[in-house]
């Protein structure tokens, strides 16, 4: 019968508000690129509703998939954005679909040169290029600190990363901002935060809560942060195993990295920042020892991580020539007259022993088995062996 069928009419879905803050893609003027990733571009821009520098992620993809995901990033990043080591952000758009975040940025012009980098891995880089590291050396356990406050922060709200990397933290000074021009201001600023990091792309972060295995979600990020500090204290590798890369015979690097990887075999230090190393980035080179492990279960987690570095950092004093290194890899080390002295092996034990500090950096630290060589007996004075024994417990016949 004519006219008896009807199209369906198509009912609209009802659309759950996304409850998150707003943005309006019209206000942004974009001024320059910063960032271009797999999934999204990143700009610098002007925000005309409150005239402020802002960061604008943009997705480049228009797959359902991709808009969910980046949605998911959204959230993730709005419902954690009160905390200081976390990207600030501060807005969503959906035509087309993008984050708005707060610009942050690390200003070289308070060093009197005209140069500002975001994210760690770009700072790493262009101090290793261009000045020498250890002006600014004591800034990196400044940024693990934050680094792990941001990560305890996840994952204490049941969020993993999952994609730790020093492109992904970012690096900011804009805080001196407020006391430019005042000598005195600026200095006492600096002093009490010279560097603040930010964690930031949540683009593969989930919440723990909706995966099977949680706890290994974390433990991943363990990982990665392990592999962070081998690039802090390598800043002139650029990335963990690139030398044992260079030397591979293998057909092509994935195969070669799959096998290193197989093999349990962690990644080198460089040769080039070995006394701030063993100096200044001591508890970086610890941090990696504990988290780079092969065995997941063995990994500490951030609040261990933290314990450790809040209260090396309380404990922290620039050393004095006099300090000595005992390490457990193939010599130990010592600084006399300026210059490391470097002696073969001798020990299965890690020690660092300064006049502020003693530790062992080996889980099976057996006081025991520790023997002092008469030939750095000389370089310890008695507030040495006072710290070796009150921290490590260890006694030897010089202190009896
Ligand atoms: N809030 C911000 N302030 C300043 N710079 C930023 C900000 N957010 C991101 N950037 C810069 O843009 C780069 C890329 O950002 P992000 O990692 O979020 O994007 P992505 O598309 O996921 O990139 P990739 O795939 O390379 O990880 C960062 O390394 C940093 O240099
Ligand atoms: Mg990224």
Same mark, same amino acid.
């Given at each position: 019968?004519?006219?008896?069928?009807?199209?369906?009419?198509?009912?609209?879905?009802?659309?759950?508000?996304?409850?998150?803050?707003?943005?309006?893609?019209?206000?942004?003027?974009?001024?320059?690129?910063?960032?271009?990733?797999?999934?999204?571009?990143?700009?610098?821009?002007?925000?005309?509703?409150?005239?402020?520098?802002?960061?604008?992620?943009?997705?480049?993809?228009?797959?359902?998939?991709?808009?969910?995901?980046?949605?998911?990033?959204?959230?993730?990043?709005?419902?954690?954005?009160?905390?200081?080591?976390?990207?600030?952000?501060?807005?969503?758009?959906?035509?087309?679909?993008?984050?708005?975040?707060?610009?942050?940025?690390?200003?070289?012009?308070?060093?009197?040169?005209?140069?500002?980098?975001?994210?760690?891995?770009?700072?790493?880089?262009?101090?290793?290029?261009?000045?020498?590291?250890?002006?600014?050396?004591?800034?990196?356990?400044?940024?693990?600190?934050?680094?792990?406050?941001?990560?305890?922060?996840?994952?204490?709200?049941?969020?993993?990363?999952?994609?730790?990397?020093?492109?992904?933290?970012?690096?900011?000074?804009?805080?001196?901002?407020?006391?430019?021009?005042?000598?005195?201001?600026?200095?006492?600023?600096?002093?009490?935060?010279?560097?603040?990091?930010?964690?930031?792309?949540?683009?593969?972060?989930?919440?723990?809560?909706?995966?099977?295995?949680?706890?290994?979600?974390?433990?991943?990020?363990?990982?990665?942060?392990?592999?962070?500090?081998?690039?802090?204290?390598?800043?002139?590798?650029?990335?963990?195993?690139?030398?044992?890369?260079?030397?591979?015979?293998?057909?092509?690097?994935?195969?070669?990295?799959? $096998? =290193?990887?197989?093999?349990? !075999? @962690?990644?080198?230090?460089?040769? #080039?920042?070995? +006394? /701030?190393? %063993?100096?200044?980035?001591?508890?970086?080179?610890?941090?990696?020892?504990?988290?780079?492990?092969?065995?997941?279960?063995?990994?500490?987690?951030?609040?261990?991580?933290?314990?450790?570095?809040?209260?090396?950092?309380?404990?922290?004093?620039?050393?004095?020539?006099? $300090? =000595?290194?005992?390490?457990? !890899? @193939?010599?130990?080390?010592?600084? #006399?007259?300026? +210059? /490391?002295? %470097?002696?073969?092996?001798?020990?299965?034990?890690?020690?660092?022993?300064?006049?502020?500090?003693?530790?062992?950096?080996?889980?099976?630290?057996?006081?025991?088995?520790?023997?002092?060589?008469?030939?750095?007996?000389?370089?310890?004075?008695?507030?040495?062996?006072?710290?070796?024994?009150?921290?490590?417990? @260890?006694?030897?016949?010089?202190?009896?």
């Amino acid at each position: 019968m004519e006219g008896s069928f009807k199209l369906p009419k198509l009912v609209p879905k009802q659309k759950k508000d996304l409850e998150l803050p707003r943005f309006d893609w019209a206000s942004i003027a974009k001024q320059k690129k910063l960032g271009s990733g797999s999934f999204g571009s990143v700009y610098l821009a002007k925000h005309a509703g409150t005239a402020q520098n802002v960061v604008v992620k943009k997705l480049k993809s228009v797959s359902i998939d991709s808009q969910t995901r980046f949605v998911e990033e959204a959230k993730i990043l709005n419902s954690v954005k009160g905390h200081r080591n976390i990207s600030k952000f501060l807005g969503f758009c959906s035509e087309p679909h993008s984050i708005m975040m707060q610009y942050s940025r690390f200003d070289f012009g308070f060093f009197g040169v005209e140069k500002s980098v975001s994210s760690l891995a770009d700072f790493l880089q262009f101090v290793d290029t261009e000045f020498e590291f250890s002006s600014v050396a004591n800034l990196l356990p400044v940024c693990v600190k934050d680094i792990l406050a941001g990560l305890d922060y996840l994952h204490n709200h049941n969020i993993a990363h999952r994609d730790l990397k020093p492109g992904n933290i970012l690096v900011c000074n804009q805080h001196l901002d407020d006391v430019a021009g005042d000598d005195k201001a600026m200095a006492k600023a600096y002093e009490e935060c010279p560097i603040v990091c930010q964690l930031t792309d949540f683009g593969l972060s989930r919440s723990v809560d909706i995966q099977t295995n949680h706890e290994d979600l974390k433990r991943a990020d363990m990982w990665s942060l392990g592999l962070v500090m081998h690039i802090m204290i390598n800043p002139d590798l650029g990335s963990p195993y690139r030398a044992e890369l260079e030397q591979s015979s293998a057909p092509d690097i994935h195969m070669a990295l799959k $096998d =290193l990887l197989t093999k349990h !075999r @962690l990644p080198q230090h460089g040769a #080039k920042y070995e +006394q /701030l190393r %063993i100096t200044s980035w001591w508890q970086l080179e610890d941090i990696f020892n504990r988290c780079a492990n092969f065995d997941a279960m063995a990994r500490p987690s951030t609040a261990e991580m933290l314990c450790l570095i809040n209260k090396s950092l309380v404990n922290y004093l620039t050393p004095p020539p006099n $300090d =000595l290194v005992l390490t457990t !890899r @193939l010599h130990r080390k010592y600084p #006399k007259d300026g +210059q /490391l002295q %470097i002696s073969p092996t001798i020990s299965s034990v890690y020690l660092h022993v300064s006049s502020y500090c003693a530790r062992a950096a080996l889980p099976d630290f057996t006081p025991a088995l520790c023997y002092l060589p008469n030939d750095l007996a000389p370089f310890l004075h008695k507030e040495h062996y006072d710290l070796m024994y009150a921290k490590l417990g @260890l006694r030897f016949a010089q202190n009896l």
